[in-house]
Every structure is written in C-alpha cells, then in structure tokens.
C-alpha cells in the first residue's frame, strides 16, 4: 500500500478527472506551476492503490538508473508493481524515450509530474503521442478555495443562492484570495506574514529551480525586469518596443522569454478576437498572471483592495486566471475607433461578450459593450462587479449582471 499523505490534504478538482483514466493503458502526465500541489495530489491519488510505487526524480540516484541503468531502474520499481508514480519527471532530459519503452514493454500503468510544460512537451511527450494524457494542476480556483475555507457557503456559491449578507461573506473570502493567491502552502498559512514569506520562497524557488537550474537561463535580471514590468502593467496591451528596450532583451529574446513565463505557468495570455479584420485588427496580446499572489509579491504590494490604485487590474486578473483553470482561451475585443470589451469567450459557434466594472450600482454598460452587443447579437453578454445583481435586455440579447467571484459558476452554466 501506498504511504498515507498530510491528514490536511485539501481536495482538488482535478483528482476525479483523472481518476477516471487510471484503469486506462497511457500514461497520465499532471504539469503546473512549481508548488502548486502536484505532489500531494499524486500521493493522495496514490492512497487507495495497491502494488503502487512512488518515486521522484529530485532523487539523483534513482535518475541516474532511469537515465543510464534502465534495467536496473526495471528491476527495482517497474516489475511487481500495477502502479508507478513519477514526481519531478522533467529532470530526466531525455525522459520520453525511455518512458515509451516502460510503456511498451510492461503492463505498469505510470503517472508522472512536471513543473515546466515546455520540458516535458519537447523531451517526453513527443516519444508517447497516442500513449498519454496530459492534466494541468493550477493553483487552487476561487471554488476549490472556498469550499476548503466554508463548506456550506461554497455550497450556495455553486448554486448562485446567496443573500446580499452572503454575498458580502463572499467578498471577504474573495478579498483573500486576490491578496494572496491559490497556493496551497499559502492558503494553509495562518497569518499575513506567514502567506507573504512563503509567496517570497515561490518566487525566490521558481528563479533558482525552474529558470537557473531546469531551464538554465543565465541573465535571470532581465527575466526579473520583464516579470516586473507585466505585473505593472497587468491587463494593458502589449507595448514589445517598450518591453523590449526597459529589459534589454532584443524582440527575439523578449518573445522567447514570454514564451517561458507562459510554458512555466506564471503568465497567461489574452490574445485579440476579430472577424472583420478591417475595423477590428489589433496584433498584440494582453498579459495577465496565473496567480494573484504571486503578482501581489512581485510588486510587494498586500495592501487591502479598496486602498489600492490598481484594484481593476486585480479583479480583471482574477477573471482571465479563473477563465484558464477551466480550460478557457482568453480573447478580448479592441477596435480601431477605441471599443474594448475585456473578455470574448468562445464555444461551438456561440459567442459571450464578458466585462469586468468594479464599482456598479445599476444595470448600466459601457459603450463599447454596447457596440459588441450591437455588432455580433449574441444571445447573452456578462457584467461582474463587486456585489451587483440583475438583468436586462438590449436589443436580442439578454445582459446579466453577477458579483466577480461568481465568474466559475458562470462558466460551468455554458
């Protein structure tokens, strides 16, 4: 049997999702963020299993028998066992070759982990095309936090029953969780000092782990810059000349560096939607941060949000990290005459304008979500703000209106 995990294990979505694949043949790959869980999962996953092995590549010793002694690496955790779990697999650098033979060969059903999707892409996954399924583990969703922290409130939340009193209860849930993050560790801390020294040892790690010592980048300086710099300029539209000549990396440097902050799970991207290329035509993406927290430390800011000057830029971050945990591609909507609307979700034809207001007190819209509405007639179009509720109709479609955190549950309803 497998060794049991921290009797704090907090639940993740994501654990029935894959439990499903687990009396599959392929391999199951779980990639994410440094630290946001994959461990725990896998060794919780790994709990109810018989004749399964844990092991972890951070183990030099155990890597160098799958690197260079494969037999041996056979005989002492392939043969005898139903199971074998892989952590911290994209150390071994020729990793999918090997793994493709384990699979060939042995009637193992093997699960592996990685920090860096770029790394297990090119030295892995392209050895196991047709032999594997690949999990993203993010950090936690505003959901899975809340039903960590208030079972019975995250209860109503998913059932959109909340009273203006409980919608208030949210917000304090919501005010935490957009000051610190999804971390686990984070989530777990028990005091504001503890949250932010651990978001420092994220921070501080992915530089020395993931950049330095994975991806073995050398001017990490310019990395940290552009890093500051996103957060900064978090939800505006990509300035690549200014980012470029405020890094000194070249645009080629620059574009290659955004590509790891996004293959690293640090950075998300929100790229244009159009249909008429004529008035709509807009080249460059908006970057947004995967977490919260991870921003708030870069920019050493944990003030409370009604005190901070870029309360927007959190609420509209919020929404673009909560949209790519449900598996969302992000695209927002600009014309050339000026009209933006801040998300434009997409699926299976039917399109759903998304606009992000802090403050409301009525059923008001923008005139560019006006413009959107009048220009494609979608059936529906979404107003978060902090607490208002309501609908109204404009021409065909129907606008709803819901506080911000409610963001999950919407989508789950398309």
């Known amino acids: 049997m497998a060794e049991k995990t921290d009797k704090n294990y907090i639940p993740r979505f994501l654990e029935s ?120 583990l993010y950090p936690f969703s505003f959901g899975e936090f809340l039903s960590y922290k208030d079972g019975k409130l995250y209860y109503l939340y998913k059932k959109k029953d909340l009273s203006s009193q409980l919608i208030g209860k949210v917000n304090q849930y919501y005010e935490e969780f957009v000051t610190y993050g999804g971390y686990p560790r984070v989530i777990i801390s028990n005091d504001k000092e503890e949250k932010i020294e651990v978001l420092k040892n994220i921070y501080n790690t992915y530089f020395l782990k993931e950049i ?19 957060a900064i300029q978090t939800g505006s539209i990509a300035n690549y000349h200014e980012l470029s000549s405020s890094t000194d990396f070249s645009y080629h440097d620059l574009m290659k560096n955004l590509n790891i902050l996004k293959k690293t799970f640090i950075c998300i991207e929100n790229r244009p939607f159009f249909t008429n290329k004529r008035k709509e035509i807009v080249k460059s ?12 430390i870069i920019l050493n800011n944990f003030q409370r949000l009604e005190e901070r000057t870029d309360k927007g830029a959190i609420n509209e971050n919020f929404v673009a990290s909560e949209l790519v945990k449900s598996d969302i591609e992000l695209r927002y909507w600009k014309t050339k005459a000026g009209a933006e609307v801040d998300f434009i979700l997409e699926k299976d034809g039917i ?64």
């Open 17 to 136: 999702k894959i439990s499903k694949y687990l009396d599959k043949k392929e391999v199951i790959a779980i990639v994410g963020a440094r630290q946001c869980g994959k461990t725990t999962l896998m060794k919780h996953i790994l709990l109810g299993l018989k004749n399964a092995k844990f092991i972890t590549f951070e183990d030099r010793e155990i890597l160098e028998f799958f690197s260079k002694d494969l037999k041996s690496f056979i005989e002492l955790y392939v043969k005898n066992n139903k199971y074998l779990f892989i952590d911290e697999f994209q150390y071994a650098k020729q990793g999918g070759k090997q793994l493709k033979y384990i699979y060939d060969n042995f009637d193992v059903k093997i699960i592996i982990s990685g920090s860096s999707s770029s790394d297990l892409s090119i030295h892995s996954i392209k050895y196991l095309v047709g032999r594997i399924f690949v999990f993203t």
């Open 212 to 230: 330095k010592e994975i991806l073995q980048l050398q001017e990490d300086f310019k990395l940290s810059r552009l890093i500051k710099l996103l």
């Open 285 to 296: 993406p908006k970057y947004f941060f995967l977490d919260n927290g991870f921003r708030n």
């Open 351 to 414: 399109i759903l304008p998304l606009e992000i207001k802090t403050t409301l007190k009525n059923k008001n819209i923008t005139r560019s979500f006006r413009s959107f509405i009048e220009e494609y007639s979608p059936k529906k179009g979404i107003v978060l703000s902090t607490e208002f509720s309501g609908k109204m109709e404009l021409k065909k479609s129907v606008i709803e209106f819901f506080p911000i955190f409610q963001i999950s549950t919407l989508i789950s309803d398309r």
